[in-house]
């Protein structure tokens, strides 16, 4: 469904739509302006969607959609874009995210699927599995910067989202810090990687590490400085990576990573909702 003329980009809207009082968002109106503005034309609670470990080479794709009411959004004053919270700010973003939305809903999408279906696709998809799995039902729907069509809600595509909505810097909150818990997780599986650090992302470390070790289950073949590093490691005869060797963890550590995070979308026993439970 299109968005209502008031919504869209000023650019846009300049000299082919009418303002209408009460209905456009106010520059000064602090992270809840849509929200509000959505509410006064009756579509409220409203859910945000967005999603971590895009850009990442490694790990999983984490996506979250939140439901919020507008007036849980004063109620929390350090809620902001998750990429400009320190870690520290990002706890406590996320457990009051946890303590005020009306509901959420975290979907994981392991490496072998991304690199299956592609990551946009998965993107997408799991945006649509985020927002299907909430219990609460949204009157209208924000997402982080592209359109995600077949939602069957009225939806928005916010340029920097997390930045300037609250739902979405709330679901960028949840994603974001579920996501890091993995990571780390992740690091005391394959340690000689430091995804504690770089969280899977293209770090001078990260790139070190890959050369020296090659992949680990947890690299995205689909991403090209991945496959150099597995097809340098194969002319040299370097067959045995950090993955197969079992001296790099315990059997404690190999079991706290959840095997859903690693398996294909849908598969049998992937953790959603709760990833603090």
């Known amino acids: 469904m299109a968005a209502h003329p008031s919504l869209l980009p000023a650019v846009r809207r300049h000299r082919r739509y009418h303002r209408y009082p009460g209905y456009t968002p106010r520059r000064d109106g602090g992270l809840g302006a849509y929200e509000a503005v959505l509410a006064r034309a009756g579509f409220a609670p409203v859910a945000g969607i967005d999603e971590a470990g895009r850009g990442a080479c490694a790990g999983p794709l984490v996506v979250a959609a939140v439901v919020l009411d507008p007036a849980c959004i004063r109620r929390m004053p350090g809620l902001a874009d998750s990429k400009m919270l320190t870690p520290e700010?990002?706890?406590?973003?996320?457990?009051?995210?946890?303590?005020?939305?009306?509901?959420?809903?975290?979907?994981?999408?392991?490496?072998?699927?991304?690199?299956?279906?592609?990551?946009?696709?998965?993107?997408?998809?799991?945006?649509?599995?985020?927002?299907?799995?909430?219990?609460?039902?949204?009157?209208?729907?924000?997402?982080?910067?592209?359109e995600v069509r077949g939602l069957g809600v009225p939806a928005l595509a916010v340029w920097k989202g997390d930045?300037?909505?609250?739902?979405?810097?709330?679901?960028?909150?949840?994603?974001?810090?579920?996501?890091?818990?993995?990571?780390?997780?992740?690091?005391?599986?394959?340690?000689?990687?430091?995804?504690?650090?770089?969280?899977?992302?293209?770090?001078?470390?990260?790139?070190?590490?890959?050369?020296?070790?090659?992949?680990?289950?947890?690299?995205?073949?689909?991403?090209?400085?991945?496959?150099?590093?597995?097809?340098?490691?194969?002319?040299?005869?370097?067959?045995?990576?950090?993955?197969?060797?079992?001296?790099?963890?315990?059997?404690?550590?190999?079991?706290?990573?959840?095997?859903?995070?690693m398996s294909p979308a849908g598969a049998p026993g992937e953790i959603e909702r709760r990833m603090d439970s």
């Open 89 to 146: 700010a990002r706890e406590r973003a996320y457990h009051a995210v946890l303590r005020q939305a009306i509901d959420w809903h975290v979907v994981v999408i392991g490496p072998r699927q991304i690199d299956a279906a592609g990551l946009h696709a998965c993107n997408v998809d799991g945006m649509r599995r985020a927002l299907a799995g909430l219990r609460a039902t949204p009157a209208y729907v924000l997402t982080d910067g592209f």
């Open 163 to 261: 930045r300037v909505t609250a739902a979405v810097a709330a679901a960028s909150v949840l994603a974001k810090v579920s996501r890091d818990r993995m990571m780390r997780d992740l690091h005391e599986r394959y340690p000689r990687y430091g995804f504690d650090r770089h969280k899977g992302y293209v770090t001078e470390e990260h790139v070190r590490a890959l050369a020296e070790h090659g992949p680990c289950p947890a690299h995205r073949y689909s991403f090209v400085n991945v496959t150099r590093a597995a097809d340098l490691r194969t002319l040299m005869g370097m067959d045995r990576t950090a993955a197969g060797a079992a001296d790099t963890m315990t059997p404690a550590a190999a079991a706290a990573w959840p095997a859903a995070a």
